[in-house]
């Protein structure tokens, strides 16, 4: 059974700091890892997804990466800003024996950046 | 661009009612889901579709119901209503299993 686990659950930087999100994943036979962005009352955000056979996606100043090997992903946010703050989870989708796989969900980690 | 749908964003039903959670999307996307979000539980899959007229069972299809007769549309459906559906409820949808899924922005559904 695949279990995904998000440290930090919250995280508390100042403005400009680069940090890392951490995931990680029990089960390496995967299809993708996703990572989202909630914000309070809202739905989720696709923000980054890596394929398996990719180790890493960028998006502006996000990067994520993944080793499969390991069972890890990270979400690097570079020049933090107040605006980022909100809860991170990330996705591992799974072989299940269904036409969709599973998509697995980790519980989050709540970023907030202060000025 | 609209994205996904649902409606309402907020309900209040009382033990043993039954409602109908609606979710439509305009991007023409092959697979639709439902989750629910609880506190500290993270998101449970309740139904999902690969396609109009084919649905299938998540994790915790208990006391909910789901149709697909048109690509755009998957509501969800409440029957007899229990305090343990409290809950926030997301549909999404993607175009295939490798590709980003979009979320609606959620029903926040309370049952007492």
């Known amino acids: 059974k695949q279990e995904v686990t998000q440290i930090p659950a919250a995280l508390s930087v100042p403005e400009g700091e680069n940090l890392v999100l951490n995931c990680s994943f029990t089960?390496?036979?995967?299809?993708?890892l996703q990572w989202f962005r909630q914000d309070p009352g809202k739905g989720l955000t696709s923000l980054l997804l890596?394929?398996?056979?990719?180790r890493e996606q960028t998006s502006g100043r996000l990067n994520a990466s993944l080793d499969k090997s390991s069972g890890r992903s990270t979400l690097y946010i570079a020049a933090s800003q107040p605006g980022d703050s909100a809860t991170y989870l990330c996705?591992?989708?799974?072989?299940?024996?269904?036409?969709?796989?599973?998509?697995?969900f980790g519980q989050g980690t709540i970023l907030t950046v202060h000025p | 661009n609209a994205g996904v749908t649902q409606t309402p964003k907020f309900r209040i039903l009382k033990i043993g009612q039954s409602m109908t959670l609606q979710c439509t999307q305009d991007?023409?996307?092959?697979?639709m889901y439902w989750y629910r979000q609880d506190p500290g539980m993270g998101l449970k899959l309740i139904y999902y579709?690969?396609?109009?007229?084919?649905?299938d069972k998540g994790e915790v299809p208990n006391g909910y119901n789901v149709s697909r007769s048109t690509t755009e549309d998957f509501p969800l459906r409440l029957e007899l209503a229990a305090p343990s559906q409290t809950s926030v409820y997301f549909c999404?949808?993607?175009?295939?299993?490798?590709?980003?899924?979009?979320f609606g922005s959620g029903t926040q559904l309370s049952v007492l």
């Open positions: 999404a949808s993607s175009y295939s299993v490798g590709e980003k899924l979009f």
């Open positions: 089960d390496s036979a995967i299809y993708n």
């Open positions: 890596i394929q398996s056979s990719q």
């Open positions: 996705a591992v989708r799974s072989p299940s024996g269904t036409s969709y796989g599973k998509l697995t």
């Open positions: 991007m023409n996307h092959n697979y």
């Open positions: 579709s690969v396609g109009a007229g084919i649905t």
